[in-house]
């Protein structure tokens, strides 16, 4: 089953916008990370966020975490066409190895 | 220095028959973890395999198992087919200490069950 759900679904903005994908998640986690999908293949991991981190930055890349409402958020500022792609945050817990995805957003950047 | 491999990317079967899928991780890394992901949603966990042993298992059937090798290699079997099976399966690969962090992905295979 999925730990939580990504806020919108889909999204379709124009470049150089800001783009800003919400992620809620169900029980305590000691990690949360945003991966990047292109077309149905692999996935990229853009960043992470530990339970005890309250924001992070990383290039265009600002993501937070509040962890009372168990959520988080992505943004992608100055969107560029080649943003283009599927985001998934995923949770992390203790000492297990897996990683609990998220149902996605669909971002579509156009020109 | 090479990612994540995974082979076959296209794989089409039918129901009831068994299928293997492959996976190689990157350089350095020794702990393989298998995803299914459904068509529209996201990944989800099968299990994971460190020191050739499966250390932790999500929530799906005996009719899916593995192995990894002593190269960190590893395989997915699934047995007797279910249409139901048709997703993309993806690998991933890590270091044991940081076993649920940055996960580096492969392509993914692509399975059809017909």
């Known amino acids: 089953s999925q730990q939580g759900e990504e806020d919108p679904q889909a999204l379709s903005i124009q470049e150089g916008e800001n783009a800003t994908m919400n992620c809620s998640y169900k029980?305590?986690?000691?990690?949360l990370q945003w991966y990047r999908q292109n077309s149905g293949r692999g996935l990229v991991h853009l960043i992470l966020?530990?339970?005890?981190?309250r924001e992070k930055h990383s290039g265009r890349l600002r993501v937070t975490l509040d962890t009372s409402k168990k959520s988080s958020s992505l943004l992608i500022t100055a969107s560029r066409a080649a943003d283009t792609a599927s985001y998934f945050c995923?949770?992390?817990?203790?000492?297990?190895?897996?990683?609990?995805f998220g149902t996605g957003t669909r971002l579509q950047v156009t020109l | 220095d090479a990612g994540v491999t995974q082979s076959p990317t296209h794989l089409i079967k039918t129901r009831g028959q068994q299928v293997t899928l492959r996976c190689s991780p990157k350089?350095?890394?020794?702990?393989v973890s298998w995803y299914q992901q459904a068509l529209g949603q996201g990944p989800q966990f099968i299990f994971q395999?460190?020191?050739?042993?499966?250390?932790q298992r999500g929530n799906f059937p005996d009719r899916f198992s593995g192995h990894q090798f002593p190269n960190y290699s590893s395989e997915l079997n699934v047995n007797a087919l279910l249409l139901g099976d048709s997703a993309l399966y993806l690998c991933?690969?890590?270091?044991?200490?940081?076993?649920?962090?940055?996960?580096?992905f492969g392509s993914g295979t692509q399975l059809s069950v017909l």
């Open positions: 350089s350095g890394h020794d702990t």
């Open positions: 966020i530990r339970s005890n981190e």
């Open positions: 029980t305590s986690i000691n990690n």
């Open positions: 995923a949770t992390g817990t203790g000492t297990a190895s897996k990683l609990t």
């Open positions: 395999y460190y020191e050739e042993e499966e250390r």
């Open positions: 991933a690969s890590s270091t044991r200490g940081t076993s649920n962090e940055k996960l580096f």
